[in-house]
């Protein structure tokens, strides 16, 4: 608002030669008083910094600023107030540029903070997911109370349709709850007693009553919050780069303003003086490496805002430029490329035996055992809806299985062993036992009444995207490790499933971390995939460690990337958002270097030879503002970054997706 008239009266004047135009718009009194408060007020924290840093001997684009402002407003100060202590031909003022320079460059800076505004949208969208208040049950009383007031061990009732307002674990009740601005994952997740729930997730249709775990800091939307803001805040190796390249670049502008001077107050057109003053001034101002400074941080805001959205968070801004500099990617199996928990894979029958009856009776007889393939089986067994009727008897038998009398029929399941004690021939069931076994599954032999029926087979069951995921992870040049404590056979089984060639497999936890260095010694660049407690000082070993989000506490800490879908196409999208941004970065980079090389000689003079042009202040500072805004503009292409189909997390910014809330796009 001040240096709007000022710079109209000038511009006016000048280029429209208006001789209607009211002589106080000229009148440098009228330009003094009007630019001195954005000199002095405006510009101080510029001023500021700029001084420390010539006074530390570390000057920077603020230094090169208030030099050249403070040459210009102290030279027309002088003239403003003694004229005539120059010659008319040298009277000029130059107020206009100084308060048009200074607001040139409070935009450009409004613009910069706007774009890292926009960076962390989706934090404040994570934000505004929590609850204010939550529904407390104490001594009997149930109260409603805010949400900073909850406490660790707190019964929490949750009505259909609310959020989650903490962390806890489910007591009472059963409801489907939507974790997808958690996991990416838009299926609701069933909750039934002791199952674990995330606060500000949604409630379904059913009422639950939650015990209380984790709260404000604790809780996984604190950490996610704070995980998104260290990446943000951190710096990339290549950003110490860029400082070090800026400590020498400013002393070098210094020294070509100081020789631009020199030769045209030597060799310069009269008035050689205005001319050195002019052309040293837009030397200070095109040289501001403000585009310089703005390169790398901000792409690696954007960069690392564009990968929560699709539910990878990114520690810091090392990690992310590492990631895209991998060759080597090391996989743990169970929980990674696999569910991480078994589940009946198959159901063969022998002779005249109806498949589903013989799992309807291998069912019953195991409904009663606490094993975790008995599990795997009556879970199974639901999802076929096999029919299953209740055992009269049941007796478990330590290391070979269980056996059980149902509707008057004798059921075994289990091992050769247990068939063999009962009398039962277990020859027939050799061949398929052992195909099973080579596809890196338990085979549970079934038999009934004293003969043969048939076996059923159970495995860890590999995640549905886990194939097209190493398909990517190999197309994009990285070679894929699977390595596991499991047995050398099931190891080969799920890799020869999932296209993986090499395997490192029967290897003790403490021994994971020693064979990520033996890579690293051969001189590759390693990322370690894996979820488990087991898995943390590879996690924390190899170049960049990416925990699988359902994973443990402690292996999501060790890791530099989480993924929040525990999908291994994270892997491949954080790689893709590394490159993209480090790409992006150079980009910046070349912008604001070659803005640089080309308008510094072009603001010395270099044209004037030639074809008698003299660039103006007012456009060397335009030009540096167009520089920045040309830098923060590329680095927002990065919010447009796709993936491919095939490696797309379940929720892709994007992508027509079904969601309940605005706010689950950002996170």
């Known amino acids: ?24 718009f000229v009148n440098p009194w009228f330009a003094l008083v009007l630019i001195t408060p954005v000199f002095i007020y405006t510009g101080w924290p510029i001023h500021r910094a700029g001084w420390l840093g010539l006074a530390h001997r570390s000057p920077d684009m603020n230094s090169l600023i208030t030099l050249g402002t403070f040459a210009a407003f102290l030279y027309s100060l002088t003239i403003t107030l003694a004229p005539s202590i120059a010659p008319v031909r040298l009277r000029g003022v130059y107020y206009e540029e100084v308060g048009f320079i200074l607001t040139l460059i409070l935009f450009g800076r409004l613009i910069e903070i706007r774009a890292k505004a926009g960076t ?6 994570l934000l505004g997911l929590q609850a204010r208040t939550a529904r407390v049950i104490r001594d009997g009383i149930e109260a409603e109370l805010p949400i900073e007031d909850v406490l660790p061990g707190d019964l929490v009732l949750v009505r259909p349709g609310e959020k989650i307002p903490v962390d806890g674990e489910v007591v009472e009740g059963h409801s489907a709850v939507d974790e997808s601005m958690v996991t990416g994952e838009p299926i609701p997740i069933e909750k039934d007693l002791g199952a674990m729930v995330v606060g500000a997730t949604m409630n379904g249709t059913g009422s639950l009553r939650i015990r209380a775990t984790r709260v404000g800091a604790d809780s996984v939307l604190a950490q996610i919050v704070e995980m998104v803001r260290r990446a943000q805040s951190s710096s990339a190796p290549i950003q110490r780069l860029v400082d070090k390249v800026s400590s020498v670049f400013v002393p070098v502008v210094v020294f070509s303003i100081l020789a631009a001077f020199a030769i045209w107050y030597i060799a310069g057109p009269t008035p050689v003086f205005t001319y050195a003053l002019i052309t040293a001034v837009t030397v200070l101002i095109i040289a501001c ?3 310089l400074g703005l390169a790398t941080p901000l792409a690696v805001m954007v960069g690392t805002g564009k990968a929560a959205t699709s539910g990878i968070l990114i520690r810091s801004a090392e990690a992310l430029e590492t990631a895209g500099k991998l060759d080597t990617i090391v996989l743990d199996k169970t929980g990674t490329i696999t569910a991480g928990h078994p589940s009946l894979t198959d159901v063969v029958a022998f002779g005249d035996t109806n498949p589903m009856v013989m799992l309807g009776l291998a069912t019953a007889a195991e409904a009663d055992s606490e094993h975790p393939l008995a599990s795997a089986i009556v879970e199974g067994a639901a999802n076929r809806h096999a029919e299953m009727t209740k055992a009269q008897s049941f007796e478990s038998i330590t290391g070979q299985g269980v056996r059980a009398i149902i509707d008057g029929r004798v059921v075994l399941v289990g091992n050769a062993r247990l068939l063999q004690g009962a009398g039962v021939d277990d020859s ?23 003969n043969p029926a048939g076996l059923l087979g159970v495995a860890d069951s590999i995640k549905e995207d886990s194939i097209e995921a190493v398909a990517e992870l190999r197309r994009l040049g990285l070679e894929v490790i699977m390595l596991t404590g499991d047995a050398q056979l099931t190891a080969q089984a799920v890799a020869r499933q999932v296209g993986i060639d090499k395997v490192l497999a029967e290897v003790r936890p403490e021994d994971k971390a020693a064979e990520i260095g033996r890579l690293q010694s051969e001189g590759r660049r390693v990322a370690m995939v894996g979820d488990g407690i087991n898995d943390a000082p590879a996690l924390a070993k190899a170049d960049v460690g990416l925990a699988i989000g359902t994973g443990t506490d402690v292996a999501i800490e060790a890791a530099d990337v989480t993924l929040m879908s525990g999908s291994l196409a994270g892997v491949c999208i954080a790689i893709g958002v590394s490159r993209a941004t480090m790409r992006n970065i150079r980009q910046n980079l ?22 008698g042009i003299v660039l103006s202040p007012m456009i060397a500072a335009a030009a540096m503002a167009l520089s920045s805004l040309s830098v923060v503009t590329n680095a927002n292409r990065l919010r447009r970054l796709r993936f491919p189909q095939s490696v797309a997390v379940p929720h892709e910014v994007g992508e027509a997706k079904p969601r309940q809330t605005d706010a689950t796009e950002s996170v």
Not at 8 to 23: E, I, Q, R, Y
Not at 120 to 125: E, T
Not at 428 to 444: C, I, W
Request: charged share 10%; hydrophobic share 55%.
């Open 428 to 450: 027939v069931f050799a061949d398929q036992a052992r195909t099973l076994s080579s596809n890196g599954k338990t085979a549970m032999l079934v038999a009934i009444d004293g």
């Open 289 to 291: 490496p403000c585009a």
């Open 120 to 125: 962390g949208q989706a934090i404040r969208s």
């Open 590 to 611: 070349t912008l604001a270097f070659g803005y640089n090389i080309i308008g510094i000689p072009i603001a010395a003079g270099l044209l004037y030879p030639f074809f």
């Open 1 to 24: 608002m001040l240096t709007v008239p000022v710079l109209f009266g000038v511009m006016t004047k000048d280029f429209l030669n208006a001789t209607w135009l009211p002589g106080i």
